[in-house]
């Protein structure tokens, strides 16, 4: 048999009777014991007598053939050695321990000899539960009391403690509960995707709609006809934060909370997760990318909402597309695919205008519910002081909204205070130490901060380069800068300021933005945080500080990247009953792209787009891989790629074009050189084996790395 830790397989004996194809076991490797899958029979051709044995099978459900398959294929598309692969497969912590054990609590027989309010609240919790078990948290939480208040009645024996398995299955959801009552297209979209979750048959559709058309209600429906066919769901969400309002919302749905899977969660309830998914013990659940490399028992519908979200492309170790080996893995075992979005890529536009993906469309939003009015505010006839960002013309926009009584956003795509520190005396910018970046000051914590490697360092009071005291200048606008900037032109407002690095955990981000939506604030401050997803419902006005950003620099997407994020961003104002305005501004207001997202005319903004990457061969309609040296030596890597470029014979063979090796766009990241390489090839190309045959005779001096970027998204 052969088990499969190295980037080959290992022989190793079986246990006494043998075991299954895809089982999990513990076996040696040199030193160490390590997790392994059984792969298939060994070779036999070497002495049996050396061969070492299986430590011992692991009490978890065997990986499915279906499973090994999606690994081997996701691992040829990405180029990625297949241990990696499978660590994706089996990220959970501790499954060679035993089943442990953890304290719950049940009504025990007793009455305590006192009641106050607070233990009421815990026994009735326990009684009107019928005698299921909680854990402490779980009954803190529900009966709003302290620990203390349950450990003293579980000491007069009103509450017995007792231990129970850890790794227990998730509730059952109830998919017979009637839902909202869909509209017609809504109804007309879910019976669409139904058919094949019916029919347990692979297929992608494209469900598009504008924020707030539905497109939530109309998914939860395919989930709920998945679940009664008995077969598992997973909804993928870009981002944690998201995860919370969408747990409610399947828990008002389907009566019970669903198994939420992310890094946020804690290394015993993931290690739950991966079990119980593996066992069926867990019908639905919501999480990030990663979610898809669980050992489902029987997958039926895959749910990517905001599919054209960036952070479904894993940007560091296994480089894939949560989006596109979700389209693999449904394909392989006969589910259905529904990739939401309001803005969706270009890419599964495409596909659908191609016919390989199903396209369906929520043409308005719910109810009474009308889109944002978008208008430009054109900055080049609006009067500000340096140091300003706020537009005559938005502020007062702003002060009417908050006389009203009613939110506004003000939204800048970029984090810290400002995104350069500059010397008024020699000019010097301030640079990370280890990186070709500069650094950027985070007022909030006082600090420089590399948004590459995360080095920090506190500000200082003198320049770095020439010592002169006093002259260190912020230069442009940050979230932080532009919180400054409204405390003074609102000074009655309550301000929040919502961007990733102001919050500790995701928890404490979460909690922020349901005191927001509950209107605990006036004006919000906001990076990209806020476009994704979440319901502000007193929100009726978003203006876009700097909606030029994202079209300057050359990257292929900037366009499709710039529509998608005002598009999403406009999309938070009027999601009540009140009507919503999007105030944009801008240098160029005749900017094509700029026009595209005020009139709405998606459609043909696609149209247009999808031209010009057809004209020059891009992806959607050409095929793309970047290819990165990462060494502490620039002159050698640079002489490396120079020799892969010339000897690009098997990229040529297949139609293909390398470009390079120039220095990255951030040519050094933690005090490591970059070397980039592009590889450009015609769509139908056998783009992976070209360019795993070009590679192969490449031997990489040591402390060299190159990781290879199939579809990169990003180019820096
Ligand atoms: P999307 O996912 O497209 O942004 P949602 O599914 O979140 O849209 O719907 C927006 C809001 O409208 C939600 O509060 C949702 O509950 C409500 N809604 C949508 N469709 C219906 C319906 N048919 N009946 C009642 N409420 C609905
Ligand atoms: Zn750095």
């Known amino acids: 048999m052969t088990t499969q830790p190295l980037d080959r397989t290992l022989d190793y004996r079986a246990p006494e009777g043998g075991c299954v194809t895809g089982a999990f076991v513990q076996v040696p490797l040199g030193p160490r014991q390590v997790v392994g899958v059984v792969w298939g029979r060994g070779r036999g051709d070497f002495d049996l007598s050396k061969i070492r044995p299986v430590t011992r099978v692991l009490n978890v459900a065997p990986m499915r053939d279906?499973?090994?398959?999606?690994?081997?294929?996701?691992?040829?598309?990405?180029?990625?050695?297949?241990?990696?692969?499978?660590?994706?497969?089996?990220?959970?912590?501790?499954?060679?321990?035993?089943?442990?054990?953890?304290?719950?609590?049940?009504?025990?027989d007793a009455d305590p000899p006192r009641m106050t309010e607070a233990r009421t609240r815990v026994l009735d919790v326990l009684e009107a539960h019928g005698g299921a078990a909680f854990t402490l948290k779980e009954l803190c939480d529900e009966a709003g009391a302290s620990s203390s208040v349950v450990k003293g009645l579980v000491q007069s024996g009103a509450v017995r403690e007792e231990a129970a398995p850890r790794d227990v299955p998730f509730p059952r959801l109830d998919a017979d509960r009637p839902g909202k009552a869909l509209t017609e297209d809504q109804q007309a979209a879910a019976d669409r995707i139904s058919e094949g979750v019916e029919a347990e048959r692979y297929g992608t559709t494209l469900l598009r709609g504008v924020t707030g058309s539905g497109k939530t209600e109309v998914y939860l429906e395919a989930v709920a006809r998945c679940l009664r066919k008995g077969r598992q769901a997973l909804v993928l969400l870009p981002e944690i934060a998201l995860t919370a309002e969408f747990l409610s919302r399947v828990e008002q749905r389907f009566g019970a909370r669903p198994a939420e899977w992310h890094h946020g969660v804690t290394m015993t309830e993931r290690r739950r997760i991966w079990k119980m998914v593996g066992q069926g013990g867990a019908e639905l659940v919501v999480g990030a990318r990663s979610a898809l490399f669980l050992p489902y028992r029987d997958l039926g519908l895959i749910v990517v909402d905001e599919e054209h979200d960036s952070s479904y492309?894993?940007?560091?170790?296994?480089?894939?597309?949560?989006?596109?080996?979700?389209?693999?893995?449904?394909?392989?075992?006969?589910?259905?695919?529904?990739?939401?979005?309001?803005?969706?890529?270009?890419?599964?536009?495409?596909?659908?205008?191609?016919?390989?993906?199903?396209?369906?469309?929520?043409?308005?939003?719910?109810?009474?519910?009308?889109?944002?009015?978008?208008?430009?505010?054109?900055?080049?006839?609006?009067?500000?002081?340096?140091?300003?960002?706020i537009s005559p013309?938005?502020?007062?926009?702003?002060?009417?909204?908050?006389?009203?009584?009613?939110?506004?956003?003000?939204?800048?795509?970029?984090?810290?205070?400002?995104?350069?520190?500059?010397?008024?005396?020699?000019?010097?910018?301030i640079g990370c130490d280890h990186c070709d970046a500069a650094m950027v000051e985070h007022r909030f914590q006082k600090r420089l901060v590399c948004h590459q490697c995360g080095e920090t360092k506190p500000m200082p009071d003198a320049c770095p380069s020439c010592e002169a005291e006093g002259k260190l200048a912020p230069i442009g606008p940050g979230v932080?800068?532009?919180?400054?900037?409204?405390?003074?032109?609102?000074?009655d407002a309550r301000i929040a300021t919502l961007s990733s690095d102001l919050f500790g955990s995701a928890r404490a981000l979460k909690e922020r933005i349901e005191m927001i939506a509950a209107g605990a604030a006036d004006l919000i401050i906001g990076t990209q945080l806020v476009a994704k997803g979440h319901n502000f419902p007193l929100l009726t006005l978003v203006g876009v500080i700097d909606a030029d950003l994202g079209l300057q620099g050359s990257d292929l997407r900037a366009a499709e990247r710039t529509f998608q994020l005002m598009r999403q961003v406009s999309g938070r104002a009027g999601r009540a009953e009140r009507p919503g305005t999007a105030l944009l501004q801008t240098y160029q207001p005749d900017h094509p792209v700029i026009r595209a997202i005020l009139t709405g005319k998606e459609e043909s903004f696609w149209q247009a787009e999808a031209e010009t990457r057809r004209v020059i061969g891009m992806p959607p309609y050409g095929r793309l891989a970047g290819l990165i040296l990462n060494s502490t030596d620039p002159a050698e890597a640079m002489r490396i790629g120079t020799e892969l470029a010339r000897h690009d014979g098997a990229v040529r063979a297949v139609g293909g074009q390398v470009f390079g090796p120039?220095?990255?766009?951030?040519?050094?990241?933690?005090?490591?050189?970059?070397?980039?390489?592009?590889?450009?090839?015609?769509?139908?190309?056998?783009?992976?084996?070209?360019?795993?045959?070009?590679?192969?005779?490449?031997t990489l001096p040591k402390d060299f790395r190159l990781s290879v970027d199939i579809d990169p998204q990003s180019f820096f």
């Open 393 to 429: 013309t938005l502020k007062k926009q702003v002060e009417d909204r908050l006389a009203n009584g009613e939110q506004a956003l003000l939204f800048i795509n970029r984090r810290g205070y400002a995104p350069v520190t500059l010397c008024r005396a020699c000019g010097e910018q």
């Open 66 to 108: 279906e499973m090994r398959e999606f690994l081997a294929r996701s691992a040829a598309y990405t180029l990625t050695p297949m241990p990696a692969m499978l660590r994706l497969a089996t990220r959970a912590p501790g499954l060679t321990d035993p089943p442990s054990m953890r304290s719950v609590y049940r009504r025990g």
């Open 480 to 491: 932080e800068r532009l919180t400054e900037e409204a405390q003074a032109l609102f000074p």
């Open 313 to 389: 492309k894993q940007e560091d170790g296994v480089l894939y597309n949560a989006r596109d080996m979700a389209v693999l893995r449904a394909s392989l075992c006969g589910a259905q695919v529904v990739l939401a979005s309001a803005t969706p890529s270009l890419e599964s536009w495409a596909n659908a205008e191609a016919g390989k993906y199903a396209r369906v469309d929520l043409a308005s939003r719910f109810g009474e519910l009308v889109l944002p009015q978008m208008r430009s505010i054109d900055m080049r006839s609006e009067r500000l002081e340096s140091g300003r960002w």
């Open 662 to 698: 120039a220095p990255a766009p951030i040519a050094r990241i933690r005090g490591r050189h970059r070397v980039r390489l592009l590889v450009k090839a015609p769509k139908g190309a056998a783009l992976q084996d070209a360019i795993a045959k070009w590679l192969a005779p490449l």
